[in-house]
């Protein structure tokens, strides 16, 4: 009796134990966003996807982490199998027992939702707007079909705004992005640099100064080595000029309302253009039916928002 009582208590004492180590602490939306705030900056730089999207979309898809996708995929964002060779994992959603990519950790979900946007055809419209565009984002992603629920935009802009992850969008230009909560009241604090942002055609752009070359305007605005030429389509050796103006995200497909032509002027070039409504060079030759690499005549009209009609070319 007394060695059945002994092993009882054993049980009693393992199930008690096993359930204080199985139990884990739920995240709250503060601590996910702390966590997770750099690689969502990070991913922002590397692909123009809001950081503040990307936060938002983790938020409710993973319950602030603490979703069972979330605990045993770490599946952060919900994204199910579609061509997909990594490992798996089985969870009921909108229908029984649905396929969802399995990852090794969060930060690779992280880098896979940037790379699943990026490389799915029904997304590709969202990169024309601007990485501090989340509304359009937000609205862009309902649209597109990301989830079922007819509020999903404004359950983001919502998630956004309630917890100011919109501050986490100026990632390309911050020092430091912090946040902190006192008893009464959340506060966030960034650190900006003393040069001035401009914006043109909703895209943030710096004016050159003295001294300035791309390695140390790479360094000062946190950004990768490849960005700054990437966004102004620069060779690998140009040497900045003081007083240039010079993106600091992706240009657009499309200038602003309004400009659907340009009267090319004495010593314009396509990339100067380019850089004049905040379009790329690319386009411009597509519109304009010209080879790459050719350049605009003096008084010539350049389209910028449509082809150019193709009774121009025979005259």
Partial sequence: MRSEKL????????????????AQPRMTKEEYIEKYKKIAIDEMKRSGIPASITLAQGII????????????????FGIKCHKWD????????????????KYDSAEDSFRDHTDFLMKTPRYRFLFDYSSDDYK???????????????TYASDLIRTIEENKLYIFDSGDYTRKVTFTRTDSDES????????KIYERNRIKYIIAEEGDNLQSLTKELDLFSW??????????????????LLYIQPKRCR?????????????????????LYGVKVKKLYKRNHMEPGTEPEEGQKLWLRKTR???????
């Avoid at 208590?9 to 096993?18: A, N, V």
């Avoid at 982490?65 to 979330?70: D, E, H, Q, R, V």
């Avoid at 960005?227 to 000029?241: I, M």
């Avoid at 009609?309 to 005259?315: H, I, K, Q, V």
């Fill in 86 to 101: 990594g490992e798996k994992h089985y969870h009921d959603d909108d229908a029984k027992d649905e396929c969802f990519r």
């Fill in 227 to 244: 960005q700054l030429r990437k966004y102004n389509e620069l060779p690998e050796d140009y040497q900045v000029q003081p007083g240039e």
């Fill in 136 to 150: 359009s984002w937000a609205h862009g992603l309902q649209k597109a079909g990301y989830a079922t629920s007819k």
């Fill in 188 to 195: 966030f604090v960034i650190t900006v640099k003393k040069r």
């Fill in 61 to 76: 898809e993973s319950a602030n982490g603490n979703s069972t996708l979330a605990r045993k995929a770490n599946n952060h």
């Fill in 7 to 22: 092993l009882f208590l054993i049980f009693m004492i393992f199930c008690c134990s096993t359930m204080v180590v199985v």
């Fill in 309 to 315: 009609p193709r009774s121009e070319l025979a005259n």
């Fill in 255 to 275: 200038p602003e309302p309004g400009n659907d032509f340009h009267i090319v002027k004495k010593g314009e070039t396509m990339h100067s253009i380019s850089q």
